[in-house]
């Protein structure tokens, strides 16, 4: 585990979230693959992961942080299409916000993803847990599955690590986090299974805008008493530690102290 301090002594500005890039166009590389080089039994592939994550700014005024996912998904194999089916957990606190996605044919036809192909399931009453689960249509072998969606919430609590593997193999995942000059935070990897992951900051206005980005991963085994996914795949995150401006110094995630506080005033107080 590594924790190194990420630069945030901008001057305070005003600044509003980047728009998100679309997905690149599909390579002829991309559309002629028929298998994973060093893992040829694959049935599918992440040809592209990409997360970009605005992190709220209370300065100016966000509503929530925003956590937006693109990905790019090739099927390779008759057992491949059984990636034609995506899930998405989210909650009354984290809510899904938006979703879009299509299937690009071999020969090149797109086909939406409409209404139809999308059901919602209660995972827990108690906790307000659902599912969204996405069928795509037309999924054949050769077919390529792209799709972006989109996460909001209020409460930094709720931020997770960016995994940069799946049981899939991912040829490129990139993230992109947007971090308010005026929130103080450290940056936390886990690189397993040799990963190199490559970093780059950028200044902009009100921000620091900080991309990770991982190549060539192999997928995650998903054995019968192995290892849970989570100690095994590549991670990160930007840890939210304390937010401080000239009205407000908010401790975060900066000590355990910290947030047994927070979680007492956001929550057992007002029950009280």
Not at 134 to 144: D, K, N, R, T
Not at 228 to 247: G, I, L, N, S, T
């Amino acid at each position: 585990i590594r924790a190194a301090a990420l630069g945030l002594m901008l001057a305070s500005q005003a600044g509003l979230a980047l728009a998100v890039e679309k997905l690149p166009p599909i390579s002829k590389a991309e559309r002629e693959m028929k298998e994973v080089p060093n893992e040829p039994s694959a049935s599918a592939v992440f040809l592209i992961q990409r997360g970009r994550i605005h992190l709220r700014n209370f300065r100016l005024q966000d509503a929530s942080t925003t956590i937006t996912v693109q990905a790019r998904v090739k099927i390779l194999k008759e057992e491949g299409k059984s990636r034609g089916e995506i899930a998405i957990p989210h909650s009354s606190y984290v809510r899904l916000s938006k979703f879009e996605g299509r299937t690009i044919a071999p020969d090149g036809k797109a086909i939406k993803v409409d209404s139809k192909g999308k059901f919602q399931r209660k995972v827990s009453q108690a906790t307000r847990r659902s599912v969204t689960s996405i069928a795509f249509p037309a999924v054949e072998v050769g077919s390529i599955l792209e799709y972006e969606y989109e996460l909001n919430f209020n409460n930094f609590y709720y931020v997770e690590p960016w995994y940069f593997m799946d049981e899939l193999p991912v040829l490129h995942s990139e993230v992109i986090w947007e971090v308010p000059n005026e929130l103080h935070s450290r940056v936390w990897t886990v690189p397993t299974f040799g990963v190199q992951v490559t970093t780059e900051q950028k200044r902009r206005t009100g921000y620091i805008e900080a991309t990770f980005t991982a190549k060539n991963l192999p997928s995650t085994p998903n054995e019968i008493h192995g290892f849970p996914f989570r100690d095994q795949a590549a991670r990160m995150m930007v840890v939210p530690m304390a937010y401080k401006d000239e009205d407000m110094n908010l401790p975060l995630l900066e000590s355990w102290a910290a947030v047994c506080a927070g979680v007492d005033e956001s929550y057992v107080k007002p029950r009280r």
